[in-house]
């Protein structure tokens, strides 16, 4: 697992977008390709590169350095960690 994932990544930053947008990457993914993947957003980030995730995964989120989380499609909560 995670193949997909990293060829995504890839595709993605091909053409050096200002804001890479992931919806659930680790969702499949075993504990050490989910920290890989974690890495590798931290690694692009300190680059400059702004990614938002979309996540149900706490590992994840613990990461981040802003949370905003959505309920029925609003949001309800802004936490800057």
């Known amino acids: 697992g995670g193949e997909q994932q990293r060829v995504a990544i890839a595709r993605a930053l091909i053409n050096d977008p200002l804001i890479l947008l992931a919806d659930e990457p680790t969702g499949n993914l075993d504990t050490k390709m989910r920290d890989d993947i974690i890495g590798l957003f931290c690694d692009l980030n300190e680059k400059g590169y702004t990614i938002v995730v979309a996540t ?3 590992e994840v ?3 981040s350095k802003k949370i905003i989380r959505l309920k029925d499609g609003k949001i ?3 936490e800057v960690g």
Do not use: L
């Open 56 to 58: 149900h995964d706490s």
């Open 61 to 63: 989120s613990n990461r």
């Open 76 to 78: 309800f909560d802004v």
